[in-house]
């Protein structure tokens, strides 16, 4: 059975240093630092990838996370995958659990992860199964 948790996190994205432009597309590397509350409380360490453009709203990203807390009670972690394209500020984004990268009481999980961003605020809502749940 699927199963849904929602709340909120900040973020912190620190970029690392030697970004690379040229022909004005800046690929450039970013640290992930993430706090989150609500069904899932917790923390979330990554590496992003990004393509800039000169293109104003236009640019892409890949990630890996992991995120380590509670979800609706059950302690462990697991690795997010991020896949995200802007197309002159169209928006594509994919966010998967990455298969068999579930820890502890979270052994097991697959899943998706939907991102909404609203007056400023980071909503998140999981889509997940667990084994035997």
């Given at each position: 059975?699927?199963?849904?948790?929602?709340?909120?996190?900040?973020?912190?994205?620190?970029?690392?240093?030697?970004?690379?432009?040229?022909?004005?597309?800046?690929?450039?590397?970013?640290?992930?630092s993430?706090?989150?509350?609500?069904?899932?409380?917790?923390?979330?360490?990554?590496?992003?990838?990004?393509?800039?453009?000169?293109?104003?709203?236009?640019?892409?990203?890949v990630?890996i996370?992991?995120?380590?807390?509670?979800?609706?009670?059950?302690?462990?972690?697991?690795?997010?995958?991020?896949?995200?394209?802007?197309?002159?500020?169209?928006?594509?984004?994919?966010?998967?659990?990455?298969?068999?990268?579930?820890?502890?009481?979270?052994?097991?999980i697959?899943?998706?992860?939907?991102?909404?961003?609203?007056?400023?605020?980071?909503?998140?809502?999981?889509?997940?199964?667990?084994?035997?749940?």
């Open positions: 059975m699927t199963q849904t948790a929602t709340g909120t996190f900040t973020v912190e994205m620190t970029p690392q240093p030697d970004a690379d432009v040229v022909d004005g597309v800046t690929l450039g590397r970013m640290a992930l993430k706090q989150f509350s609500g069904d899932f409380s917790g923390t979330g360490k990554g590496q992003m990838l990004t393509a800039m453009t000169a293109e104003d709203g236009s640019a892409g990203y990630a996370e992991r995120l380590t807390g509670s979800l609706h009670g059950h302690r462990g972690g697991f690795v997010l995958q991020h896949r995200g394209t802007m197309d002159r500020g169209a928006r594509s984004l994919s966010i998967r659990i990455v298969p068999d990268s579930g820890t502890g009481e979270l052994a097991g697959t899943g998706s992860f939907e991102l909404d961003i609203r007056e400023g605020v980071h909503h998140y809502t999981l889509h997940y199964r667990l084994p035997g749940h």
